[in-house]
């Protein structure tokens, strides 16, 4: 007896190929999206290094100028009363080829002058990007003891270490708080 329904095996053929390429690219896309949110894991993770090690040389930087910026003076001249940070940053540093913004303010120590420091303590925010956009904002009070900066640390009012809310005398804690 003859088989009545010629082509059918091309018809067949034609199907499995067609649901093996749609699987294909179904495999496909999940490949190119895994790889993707890795990238962009790994890109977070670099930017939240180069933003602490900005801080970490920051805080370097601070301690060694001390004197000779006035008290943070010239760190602190965009600085203004209403709490914020200013738009321009106060340092730069690169850390594994990703510039790192650092601002800085003075915290609430009771003086009334923002653009002055006299406890030893300041805000540092740094900011760090990656090209694929991920950035990371670290911000902390560093605190320093006045043996580590260079000479010149004076306080200028007598209890002034104690003012301000939540801070207690003596060398300041670190506060970190990522974004």
Same mark, same amino acid.
């Given at each position: 007896?003859?088989? !009545?329904?010629?082509?059918? &095996?091309?018809?067949?053929? /034609?199907?499995?190929? &067609?649901?093996?390429?749609?699987?294909?690219?179904? $495999?496909? @896309?999940?490949?190119?999206? =895994?790889?993707?949110?890795?990238? =962009?894991?790994?890109?977070?993770?670099?930017? $939240?290094?180069?933003?602490?090690?900005?801080?970490?040389?920051?805080?370097?930087?601070? &301690?060694?100028?001390?004197?000779?910026?006035?008290?943070?003076?010239?760190?602190?001249?965009?600085?203004?009363?209403?709490? !914020?940070?200013?738009?321009?940053?106060?340092?730069? #540093?690169?850390?594994?080829?990703?510039?790192?913004?650092? *601002?800085?303010? @003075?915290?609430?120590?009771?003086?009334?002058?923002?653009?002055?420091?006299?406890?030893?303590? /300041? *805000?540092?925010?740094? !900011? =760090? !990007?990656?090209?694929?956009?991920?950035?990371?904002?670290?911000?902390?009070?560093?605190? *320093? =003891?006045?043996?580590?900066?260079?000479?010149?640390?004076?306080?200028?009012?007598?209890?002034?270490?104690?003012?301000?809310?939540?801070?207690?005398?003596?060398?300041?804690?670190? *506060?970190?708080? #990522?974004?």
């Amino acid at each position: 007896m003859a088989c !009545r329904e010629k082509g059918m &095996a091309l018809a067949t053929v /034609i199907f499995v190929l &067609a649901l093996l390429m749609v699987l294909a690219l179904v $495999l496909t @896309d999940k490949v190119l999206k =895994a790889t993707r949110g890795t990238a =962009a894991a790994n890109a977070r993770e670099q930017a $939240l290094s180069a933003a602490n090690a900005g801080i970490e040389w920051g805080r370097r930087q601070l &301690a060694a100028t001390y004197a000779s910026s006035d008290r943070w003076r010239s760190y602190l001249s965009q600085a203004s009363e209403d709490l !914020r940070y200013p738009s321009v940053p106060s340092l730069t #540093t690169s850390t594994n080829g990703l510039q790192v913004d650092i *601002f800085l303010r @003075d915290n609430p120590d009771g003086d009334g002058d923002w653009q002055c420091d006299n406890d030893l303590r /300041i *805000f540092m925010l740094a !900011r =760090a !990007r990656t090209p694929l956009g991920a950035e990371t904002i670290v911000e902390t009070l560093c605190g *320093f =003891a006045a043996t580590q900066t260079t000479t010149g640390y004076r306080q200028l009012a007598p209890g002034s270490a104690d003012a301000g809310p939540g801070l207690d005398p003596g060398s300041a804690a670190e *506060f970190h708080m #990522t974004d």
